[in-house]
């Protein structure tokens, strides 16, 4: 197949990013890293702007349709956003920051669906990513990514197989949106109404001490982790709002005899502390011996009032518990949390029958997200695989 440059058959170039002086509370928007979802999409609903002067000045910076975006951060250089709704040569799109770098298709060259669709492939992340320099991506390297350059025709031809089959990824990740948003609409039909504390995290604990955070300071250094040993978890394993292993961390036995107060056990509720505080996990019943650092709050609850599985949802959706953390979160350079917040967290507490109702159907929700996960999984490895025959010339 014969190869090409991205700057023989594209604009490749830098937004413009105004200065705060010449930004506007109304006017035309300017497109900021803030207005792209994870899936590229951009959300519309703009919160900068510029003055219509600034606008025309800079109208070749304007998103126009058939653009791809790429962003320029070096952990970010595999984003790319496109959107292709900006037709008209008369309705300037908006202006894109230098935040972004853009490649504006020749159409007489190159298809502006399958440039984004090649700039989506993993052999193209892979190599704007080595493109890299310092920390920023430079339009200049950008055009110098090869492409292959089949004939046009062709070229519409491998974009529309390789859009339908996006489609199909995009109709099983709303399927796994929606499966999480009956979730939540279960528990407020079922608890969010009830807006009177009625106990508090710490009266749900059995004893002293099944409150906790993890070792402080020299209690444990970074250089007393092992390759193999005792589990240590942090906020890398609660992130996501469920329980997953993340990076391995380990220490001896001998250490954790030294620190076997600080064990995680099975139906524990572990809640983030710093950085990203607030998010949770419960602890799966399969626990290796483990313990927790001091980035996580580690809940032990008597079982026979409050269900982990209930207090996890009531820490994510309650609008008791979400005004609460949202309040007291502090810290001068990132939100945090400490225990005694998490302590005087006040729980709406509904009766326990009710609470394992909801844990039936949140486990049979949780079944179906599994497997709906599993999926996409499947899918994902089925659409790289077409991308790799795609530009190999072999679809």
Not at 124 to 142: C, Q, S, T
Not at 201 to 214: D, F, Y
Not at 270 to 280: A, E, F, S, V, Y
């Amino acid at each position: 197949m014969q190869m090409a440059f991205m700057g023989d058959i594209a604009k490749v170039f830098n937004g413009k990013t105004p200065a705060k002086s010449e930004q506007r509370e109304g006017g035309h928007p300017v497109l900021k890293i803030r207005d792209v979802d994870a899936l590229g999409n951009i959300r519309g609903d703009f919160a900068s702007f510029v003055d219509a002067e600034f606008a025309t000045k800079f109208r070749a910076k304007h998103l126009c349709e058939g653009d791809t975006l790429i962003l320029n951060a070096a952990h970010n250089s595999d984003y790319v956003a496109s959107k292709t709704f900006y037709a008209s040569h008369n309705h300037l799109g908006p202006l894109i920051t230098g935040e972004w770098t853009v490649v504006r298709p020749d159409s007489a060259l190159a298809d502006s669906r399958y440039v984004r669709r090649y700039i989506e492939s993993p052999d193209a992340k892979r190599l704007i990513k080595e493109m890299v320099n310092g920390i920023h991506l430079y339009p200049k390297d950008v055009a110098r990514c090869p492409i292959p350059l089949p004939p046009l025709p062709e070229q519409r031809r491998i974009a529309a197989i390789l859009d339908r089959a996006d489609a199909l990824r995009a109709m099983r990740r709303e399927a796994i949106a929606k499966l999480d948003q009956l979730l939540q609409s279960v528990f407020l039909e079922m608890f969010g109404a009830t807006i009177e504390a009625t106990t508090s995290v710490a009266e749900l604990a059995p004893s002293a001490g099944a409150i906790r955070t993890g070792p402080f300071g020299s209690q444990l250094l970074h250089s007393e982790f092992v390759d193999h040993g005792i589990a240590v978890l942090g906020i890398d394993n609660a992130v996501s709002n469920t329980f997953a292993w993340a990076k391995p961390r380990f220490i001896t036995e001998e250490k954790y005899s030294q620190l076997s107060r600080y064990r995680v056990n099975p139906g524990d509720v572990l809640i983030t502390i710093m950085g990203t505080c607030g998010r949770c996990a419960v602890v799966p019943d399969d626990i290796p011996t483990a313990i927790n650092t001091k980035h996580l709050c580690c809940i032990s609850i008597d079982r026979t009032r409050c269900e982990p599985e209930f207090l996890h949802s009531y820490f994510l959706l309650h609008p008791v518990a979400r005004n609460y953390l949202e309040s007291r979160a502090k810290g001068a350079i990132m939100a945090g949390l400490n225990m005694g917040i998490i302590k005087e967290l006040p729980v709406a507490l509904p009766s326990i029958e009710k609470q394992r109702h909801f844990v039936s159907i949140k486990k049979s929700l949780g079944r179906q997200l599994e497997q709906a996960l599993t999926q996409e999984k499947r899918f994902d490895k089925l659409f790289a695989g077409l991308q790799q025959h795609a530009f190999a010339g072999t679809l």
